[in-house]
């Protein structure tokens, strides 16, 4: 089975079922299946989410993203620093960059205070942790491919029929 | 006054238009899902489309050269080498046209004397035909069959060739049919073109969309290739319909004719849409790849599920169009759409818009998102299911 496309299908159209996966990858179902489980077993399917973009709710939110400059550690370079600082809940996103800093950490609270909290208390204090840097999201305009804030309803375009 | 009697008998005799009446009927219904559109769902790639954007701005908005920017010539002979390894000069055997359409008509309208016959294969684009008509031809058919996937045979060829024929017009990968001729199929032929000197046009503005058979072009065949007009476009491949640009390649002496009439009808293709063309052609091949991965297996899916019901089809190995059979239903292809549409608000294609071989079938067009598709299937079988119990 071509694992890249199924992992396609699965990334941009998570509301596929089974069958339908079995369909389009030309496959029986049960192949599909356990070629799913598979790699969930393995982490390569880490998780079903929604897209949501909760600009649009009445939902309190506030975002921001935090450059974190870091010293790595003795044999275990910056993975156990990662692993304390991605543990906690309020941690979304997070990456090991090349550059200027270590990580990126993206962080969700209801208010711009509870995400300073977080960074004074919890991040900033963190022992290899040298330096923090906070930037608050204003707008997200595109996530995972798909824009947020297209100037109109994705309508169909084309005529109904054409030779 | 009549104002028909105003019309010259040429456009008088042109028959209307199968897929027009669908698509009055359709147009009129609100919540329609069509099957029976002939273009990507595709947006133009971004980077296509800014670089047209960024020529407007840049005010390059006069005439190019008659056949097109040299560039883009030269960038349309390099991908036919690196594609499919043909070779032609962009001086001497390319035109840019609008559309893949334009070429075709030129090509008629260069070659044929009154009475001269160009060989069609059905079930065939709705174009081909009038093209041959306006240009003074006269059109031969040959009836191609589903049991060999509609591909054609030596057999056949001999058969419809007589001492008037002109030319015969290919189209693989087909619109409607999906059907593909491999490098085994098209060797069996070129001796016939050979000894008969025909002139072989091939519409291969689906080439890019062929899935498992890697697309072989007839023009490949070295002992017949000045025989043969090339034409493709931008509209299949990078999701340009709408921008209108294609390109011929071919012999030096019916390029340079096809040229003469297109300088005076035409003078160029337009300016804007050549600058997103040279863009295409350099720099898209991963999107084109992307596009044709998706069509594939939107393909399989449709292909199964047509066939779960009944309405069988082979697996097409080019275009976004099955061809499925609907007599098991006991309607005519114009009976089946027709009701489909009333019933449940699904448009397709009758296969008979295509020509006398198109009865029994209709076009399903995959150029949708699965989730689309998998809507209008569960209508189209509710529609079945109805009728099982009429």
Same mark, same amino acid.
């Given at each position: 089975?071509?694992?890249?496309?199924?992992?396609?299908?699965?990334?941009?159209?998570?509301?596929?079922?089974?069958?339908?996966?079995?369909?389009?990858?030309?496959?029986?179902?049960?192949?599909?299946?356990?070629?799913?489980?598979?790699?969930?077993?393995?982490?390569?399917?880490?998780?079903?989410?929604?897209?949501?973009n909760?600009?649009?709710?009445?939902?309190?939110?506030?975002?921001?993203l935090?450059?974190?400059?870091?010293?790595?550690?003795?044999?275990?370079?910056?993975?156990? $620093?990662?692993?304390? $600082?991605?543990?906690?809940?309020?941690?979304?996103?997070?990456?090991?960059l090349?550059?200027?800093?270590? @990580?990126?950490?993206?962080?969700?609270?209801?208010?711009?205070?509870?995400?300073?909290? @977080?960074?004074?208390?919890?991040?900033a204090? $963190?022992?290899?942790?040298? !330096?923090?840097?906070?930037? @608050?999201?204003?707008?997200?305009?595109?996530? !995972?491919?798909?824009? @947020?804030?297209?100037?109109?309803?994705?309508?169909?375009?084309?005529?109904?029929?054409?030779? | 006054?009549?104002?028909?009697?105003?019309?010259?008998?040429?456009? =008088?005799?042109?028959?209307?238009?199968?897929?027009? =009446?669908?698509?009055?009927?359709?147009?009129?219904?609100?919540?329609?899902?069509?099957?029976?559109?002939?273009?990507?769902?595709?947006?133009?790639?971004?980077?296509?489309?800014?670089?047209?954007?960024?020529?407007?701005?840049?005010?390059?908005?006069?005439?190019?050269?008659?056949?097109?920017?040299?560039?883009?010539?030269? +960038?349309?002979?390099?991908?036919?080498?690196?594609?499919?390894?043909?070779?032609?000069?962009?001086?001497?055997?390319?035109?840019?046209?609008?559309?893949?359409?334009?070429?075709?008509?030129?090509?008629?309208?260069?070659?044929?004397?009154?009475?001269?016959?160009?060989?069609?294969?059905?079930?065939?684009?709705?174009?081909?035909?009038?093209?041959?008509?306006?240009?003074?031809?006269?059109?031969?058919?040959?009836?191609?069959?589903?049991?060999?996937?509609?591909?054609?045979?030596?057999?056949?060829l001999?058969?419809?060739?007589?001492?008037?024929?002109?030319?015969?017009?290919?189209?693989?990968?087909?619109?409607?049919?999906?059907?593909?001729?491999?490098h085994?199929?098209?060797?069996?032929?070129?001796?016939?073109?050979?000894?008969?000197?025909?002139?072989?046009?091939?519409?291969?503005?689906?080439?890019?969309?062929?899935?498992?058979?890697?697309?072989?072009?007839?023009?490949?065949?070295?002992?017949?290739?000045?025989?043969?007009?090339?034409?493709?476009?931008?509209?299949?491949?990078?999701?340009?319909?709408?921008?209108?640009?294609?390109?011929?390649?071919?012999? +030096?002496?019916?390029?340079?004719?096809?040229?003469?009439?297109?300088?005076?009808?035409?003078m160029?293709?337009?300016?804007?849409?050549?600058?997103?063309?040279?863009?295409?052609?350099r720099?898209?091949?991963?999107?084109?790849?992307?596009?044709?991965?998706?069509?594939?297996?939107?393909?399989?899916?449709?292909?199964?599920?047509?066939n779960?019901?009944?309405?069988?089809?082979?697996?097409?190995?080019?275009?976004?169009?099955?061809?499925?059979?609907?007599?098991?239903?006991?309607?005519?292809?114009?009976?089946?759409?027709?009701e489909?549409?009333?019933?449940q608000?699904?448009?397709?294609?009758?296969?008979?818009?295509?020509?006398?071989?198109?009865?029994?079938?209709?076009?399903?067009s995959?150029?949708?998102?699965?989730e689309?598709?998998?809507?209008?299937?569960?209508?189209?079988?509710?529609?079945?299911?109805?009728?099982?119990?009429?």
């Amino acid at each position: 089975m071509n694992q890249d496309a199924l992992l396609s299908l699965l990334e941009n159209s998570a509301k596929l079922t089974t069958t339908d996966l079995a369909m389009a990858l030309d496959q029986s179902e049960d192949e599909v299946s356990s070629t799913i489980r598979e790699l969930e077993k393995k982490h390569v399917i880490c998780g079903y989410h929604t897209l949501i973009n909760w600009d649009k709710t009445n939902t309190e939110t506030v975002r921001a993203l935090i450059q974190v400059t870091s010293n790595p550690e003795r044999e275990y370079g910056y993975d156990r $620093i990662a692993k304390k $600082i991605y543990k906690y809940p309020e941690v979304d996103t997070m990456y090991l960059l090349s550059g200027a800093y270590e @990580f990126l950490v993206m962080v969700n609270g209801k208010t711009m205070q509870e995400i300073a909290h @977080f960074v004074g208390s919890k991040l900033a204090p $963190i022992e290899a942790v040298t !330096n923090t840097s906070t930037l @608050f999201i204003l707008k997200q305009y595109k996530m !995972n491919g798909v824009c @947020f804030e297209d100037d109109k309803e994705k309508t169909e375009e084309r005529l109904v029929v054409t030779p | 006054m009549d104002f028909n009697d105003v019309l010259s008998d040429k456009v =008088k005799k042109i028959a209307p238009s199968g897929i027009r =009446k669908f698509f009055d009927l359709a147009s009129e219904m609100e919540g329609v899902i069509s099957l029976g559109v002939g273009e990507p769902d595709f947006d133009t790639p971004w980077k296509i489309r800014e670089a047209a954007i960024y020529s407007i701005e840049q005010g390059k908005t006069f005439y190019t050269a008659n056949q097109g920017l040299e560039i883009l010539r030269t +960038e349309i002979c390099r991908y036919q080498k690196r594609r499919f390894n043909l070779t032609y000069d962009p001086c001497k055997n390319v035109i840019v046209t609008v559309g893949g359409s334009e070429a075709i008509d030129l090509a008629f309208r260069a070659l044929l004397n009154p009475g001269d016959e160009v060989i069609l294969l059905e079930p065939s684009y709705v174009a081909y035909t009038p093209g041959v008509e306006l240009a003074g031809g006269k059109v031969v058919t040959i009836q191609l069959t589903k049991e060999n996937q509609f591909k054609l045979t030596p057999e056949l060829l001999k058969k419809a060739m007589t001492n008037k024929t002109k030319a015969i017009l290919l189209n693989y990968p087909s619109n409607p049919t999906g059907g593909v001729m491999t490098h085994e199929d098209y060797q069996q032929l070129v001796p016939i073109f050979k000894d008969s000197g025909i002139i072989v046009i091939t519409d291969e503005i689906y080439a890019e969309l062929s899935y498992e058979d890697n697309f072989c072009s007839i023009a490949s065949f070295e002992e017949i290739k000045d025989q043969v007009i090339l034409i493709s476009g931008y509209s299949k491949a990078y999701a340009m319909t709408g921008w209108r640009l294609g390109y011929v390649c071919g012999q +030096e002496t019916i390029i340079q004719a096809m040229n003469k009439i297109h300088q005076y009808v035409i003078m160029s293709a337009p300016t804007g849409a050549q600058y997103g063309a040279i863009e295409a052609m350099r720099n898209c091949d991963d999107e084109v790849e992307k596009m044709k991965e998706s069509y594939r297996l939107r393909r399989n899916y449709i292909v199964k599920a047509f066939n779960n019901m009944g309405l069988t089809t082979f697996t097409p190995q080019g275009a976004f169009y099955i061809f499925p059979c609907i007599t098991s239903t006991g309607l005519s292809s114009e009976q089946f759409c027709e009701e489909l549409l009333n019933d449940q608000l699904v448009a397709c294609v009758p296969g008979t818009a295509f020509g006398k071989a198109g009865e029994g079938y209709v076009r399903v067009s995959y150029a949708y998102s699965i989730e689309q598709i998998k809507e209008a299937v569960a209508r189209i079988k509710t529609f079945l299911d109805k009728r099982q119990y009429k």
